[in-house]
Each structure stands twice: as C-alpha cells, then as structure tokens.
C-alpha cells in the first residue's frame, strides 16, 4: 500500500469479508458499532461480517450496511488509512468477477468512515469511486431489512452520504466528478 495505509488484504479473493476497527463509535440503524466489515462483494456490514454475494438487496444480508454496486465481486488488494481519531479510509481494489489480478483492479473505492464528533453529531461516509465495472449492482444505505435512501452509482464519482445522530435517516449527496 502507499506510505501511511495499512495493507490488510494483497491477494484474490471472493465471497469473504475483513474486520477494521474504529478508533470512535459510528452510527448506523439505531446502533453505535466500533468495528466494521468489508466484504469482497462490495458492501460494508455492521454488527457482523458478511460472505454473501446472491440476491443482494437492502434485507440481504441482513446486517446495517452501506452497498456500493454490491455483486458477486472479489477483492484483490484492501488498505487501510487512518488519521488519530477523526476518520477511517478503506481502499478497496477488487474485480467484477469471482478473481482477479492483484494490481489490475477493475473496482477501485475509497470509502472513509468520519467520526460523530468531528462532525457536529453527524454520521458521515464518504464513497469516491474509480473505476467501476459492477455499476448496475446495488447502491443504497439500509438497516437489516430496509432501505434508507439509494442512489444511482457511477465512475469517477464522489457521494457523501449523511446520517442523523443515531444512524437511522440518511441522505445521500452526489459530489464532484474526480476522474480517479
């Protein structure tokens, strides 16, 4: 990984999921969660990590999640970056399919998770995408079974997505073409 990001995933593979810690609590359905779950098929969970990768949809799994272009993907390289307390970057770079070549992602996001308490009491995932090859797979934030607001996802495109104190209204805001 670049200088400062912690690699924790350098090799192919499909239908699994990675634990990152939080250095702060963030809110998602009602619930505040220190941990988080990055699956291979492009989705972060909470409460618990996830391997699915059919039928996806705002109740499948049925965990808090954000989904960005979720699919039967697969995950190649995962870094991590964080500053102090204040935020948590995830690289994901992974492929459109069940493998892929490590260094030729086909699926590149950056996903950073923003303390509460940087952000005036807020919940706030930022998602800037790359390239994406999965861009008609599911994209919204949702609880175990519904979900709370989707959008349309596209390439070289950055989306914040803001969620009231507690996790449980969001809204999703589309942000600047970045040509990633």
Known sequence: PPSGWTGIQNASVDDSFLT?????????????YTTTYMGSNTYLTFSAGSALYASLSASNPALPKFMFGAADNSYQRVSTYTSGTDYVRIRYEGTAATGGVVGSPN??????????????????????????????????????????ATYT????????????????????????????
């Open 153 to 180: 996802l596209a390439q070289n495109q950055s989306y914040v997505f803001e969620g009231n104190s507690n996790g449980t209204s969001w809204t999703i805001y589309t942000g600047y073409n970045i040509n990633y």
């Open 107 to 148: 699926i590149v996001l950056e996903i950073t998770l923003f303390n509460p308490n940087v952000t005036g009491g807020s919940n706030i995932l930022e998602l800037l995408v790359g390239t994406h090859s999965r861009l008609a797979g599911v994209a919204n934030v949702a609880n175990a079974s519904t979900a709370y």
């Open 20 to 32: 990152i810690s939080l250095p702060f609590t963030f809110y998602i359905a009602g619930t505040g």
